[in-house]
């Protein structure tokens, strides 16, 4: 059911548009000035603001200027019962998706209220596909030339275009997918499925269907058979993030389709014949967690024919300003705003961060940066806005 809020100081005005829209089955909301609509978009979810232009305090224009900074995609209606084409037109202008005087025609008022619904999903599903571009292109950029990634993507070069199963180590943040999916990307199968599983996310119980699959009646919610992911996999790359997660019962049944190159669903008896390039990745010590019997010897070196390993954000700080100048671009093009400018002091201030959560944290200090900062970002931005986190205003004091 769309939602509509209705803003009047006039609160005849409010009940009769109230019953006309709740008899075309709209969800209504109202508010009698411009304050309180402001702080109810901030809280709530609407369709559509139908917005008086005469009101006391803060007028249409104003608050509808105040709703645009707050939410630019949801659709404003301005309605007035003093309207000229003047006001009209300067109503449009500042963002308005349309005009309407006062009583409104029914059939207008409808009319409009259902375009402008259709304009703001249209809005919306722009930009989360927006977001899909950009987080799939983040996924084919490695972004870096210090010495630590030059070797990085040599070693890739020379693994990409084998067979080779690959385990990629390193710290959570630092980019163990990207090389995983360069791996894929530059290897015979890339135009083949990659699959990724993550297996810390997938409970114990879970896990085995999740990548073998389940016939039907397996289990109580085994409702239709299922494939699981090496079949999705099959000719492509099926890619085991956090493999050091797994169960070891899971972990021994993996093992037995690296060596027969078949597997089994669960509740099945068939073997299907698969034919998937494994790449696992984890940053958990697996040679320790073998000494302390939670990971299968044979399976880590069924796994580990090439071992990469991702260096972290501490030791590769000369990539900041490129990594920086990167996801300052793809942010403010998914926001649809100008790219800020970072000063050489704010490139400065953040190479002294500790970056315990890596390229990872470095994306989201950007962000909240691009958020809370101006045009330009300074030192003094990254100090409000970043070390607070980490470490104590004084502390950063003392070290500049």
């Known amino acids: 059911m769309a939602k509509i809020l209705i803003v009047d100081d006039e609160k005849s005005i409010r009940r009769t548009l109230r019953e006309i829209l709740e ?5 209504v909301d109202e508010a009698e000035d411009g304050m309180e609509c402001i702080v109810k978009v901030k809280r709530n979810a609407y369709d559509v603001v139908l917005l008086d232009v005469k009101m006391p305090n803060m007028d249409g224009m104003e608050t509808m200027d105040r709703i645009m900074e707050i939410k630019p995609e949801l659709p404003v209606v301005m309605i007035s019962g003093h309207g000229n084409i003047d006001t009209a037109v300067e109503a449009v202008k500042k963002g308005a998706f349309d005009f309407i005087c006062k009583p409104p025609d029914l059939n207008r008022l409808l009319i409009t209220l259902r375009n402008a619904m259709d304009r703001g999903e249209l809005i919306t599903e722009t930009k989360a596909l927006k977001r899909k571009v950009y987080r799939q292109k ?9 010495p630590a990634m030059m070797q990085l993507r040599r070693t890739i070069d020379r693994v990409a275009s084998t067979e080779a199963r690959v385990l990629i180590v390193g710290e959570n943040g630092t980019g163990k997918e990207l090389v995983a999916r360069q791996i894929h990307l530059q290897s015979k199968r890339k135009d083949q499925p990659f699959v990724e599983v993550n297996c810390a996310a997938i409970p114990s119980e879970l896990i085995e269907s999740e990548l073998f699959g389940h016939e039907k009646g397996a289990f109580t919610s085994a409702h239709k058979q299922r494939q699981g992911k090496f079949e999705l996999a099959n000719n492509g790359t099926l890619f085991l993030d956090e493999i050091g997660d797994m169960s070891l019962s899971a972990q021994a049944k993996v093992l037995r389709a690296l060596q027969e190159n078949k597997i089994t669903r669960v509740g099945g008896e068939k073997s299907i014949p698969v034919n998937v390039r494994i790449i696992a990745a984890t940053n958990k010590d697996i040679p320790a967690l073998i000494r302390q019997g939670k990971f299968r010897e044979d399976l880590y070196h069924r796994l580990a024919v090439i071992v990469i390993r991702v260096p972290s954000l501490r030791e590769r700080l000369e990539d ?20 800020r400018k970072f000063t050489r002091d704010a490139i400065d201030a953040l190479k002294q961060h500790s970056w315990t959560g890596n390229i990872r944290e470095l994306r989201n200090v950007v962000e909240r940066l691009i ?11 990254v100090v409000e806005y970043v070390y607070p986190l980490s470490v104590s205003r004084s502390t950063i004091e003392t070290v500049a």
């Open 320 to 339: 900041i300003p490129e990594l920086v100048g990167y996801f300052n671009k793809i942010i403010c093009e998914e926001y649809g705003i100008a790219e």
């Open 371 to 381: 958020i809370l900062g101006g045009k330009t970002i300074t030192k003094k931005d």
């Open 138 to 146: 983040k996924f084919v950029q490695m972004i870096g030339s210090s």
């Open 23 to 27: 008899f075309e089955k709209f969800e």
